[in-house]
């Protein structure tokens, strides 16, 4: 029998017993809200019972989490730190409340119910972080206030797309990031940015230029269910294999190249379909034949502010993503024939009655614009719109059995509207 690591198999309780303080807590200042609201008394040694079992889960959590860091070098000490300070914090003030409930000091008691909320709220998002990485909780919030966030401009067409900045890094960020960043690196490793990618973790060898076979990262992924060395580890959600395919295509062909465009790479027209499809490219290029544009037209639109992302021969995607005070529909018009894909969300459209001009409109969105039923019956002459976006408009059910008398029509948007 091997007790080497007999600390971590005990410290990996933690999650479990983690959540127990959270919830006796939260239970006892429920019942404390409920007695002050007058709704009902609740029996005081319910509310002492909660905070004498959440300290006691507590302390244990306490005592598990410091057995699961102790020894532990996949994690930063900084972001250990925060989270088990303000753990023993919580637990403090959970006996304290608990004595300041039982001789009565009610000012200082009730001031105490909102200083453990905070530091609860704290400590579980250190943890999280731990767990998910820094960027889990923002990842997908609407405002960004880090000006020094590095953004990746989309492609504007399938030319410039860059290997690993469009098609690799998104990949390791689904699957890999969450146990190889900066606050996290499982086996020493984080997959956070490039210049970590080339340190690799503990072996050194995370990627062989040239040679996937060799290549730590491709032997982890490629390694049978049950191996307690594979990667994503079980219970995660695995590569795809075409996932993995273009990971050793990048790594045999590209040579691991960060700035290789992906039509340096002569990759299979299987796997070419499917990075289209992820960059929102239209995969089958013979589908649409559209007339020659005038180059600096568009330049001068892009000058303008609009992105313009070429997705086919001559076929534009197109959006205008801040408000904006200019007729954004006559400034399209002289490209109207090669736009198939249109984003004039909250845009303040009134009179979409040009877009009856743009002949070869796919998908069209006009959410959170003033458009009523009196506006819809335009649509209905546009024999190749296929989507159409109406959340958080005027439409009603009226606007919509017009809209479905244009049998292009395959999908209809219509949340928050009067339906």
Known sequence: MDFSNFHLFIGRFHPL???LPIGFIFFGIILEIVGKLKIFQPDHKSIELSYIVGAASAIISCLLGYLLAYDNNDYSYEAIS??????IITTVLIIGMFFLRKYNIQKVYDFSLLVIVFTISITGHYGGNLT?????LTQYVPL????TEIVISPPNNANEVIMYEHIIQPILQQKCISCHNTEKKKGELSLSNKADILKGGKTKNLIVQGESNHSEIIQRIL????DEDIMPPEGKTPLTDKEVELLISWIDIGHGSFDTLITEIPLSEELMTYCNTKLGFISNHNSIALIDYDTSIVQDLRNKGFQIREIDKNAFDVSYPKLSNIDLISALLPIKDNIIWLDLKAQNIQRPDELQQFSELRKLNLSKNPIGDDKVNI???MKKLETINLHST?????GIKELKDNS???TIYSWNTKL
């Open 82 to 87: 925060f989270h088990q300070w303000f753990g």
């Open 17 to 19: 017993f983690v959540h």
């Open 408 to 410: 292009s029509i395959k």
């Open 132 to 136: 998910h990485g820094s960027t889990y």
């Open 223 to 226: 390694l049978p269910h049950g």
């Open 144 to 147: 960004k206030f880090n000006d």
């Open 379 to 381: 649509f209905k002459t």
């Open 394 to 398: 005027l439409i009603s059910s009226h």
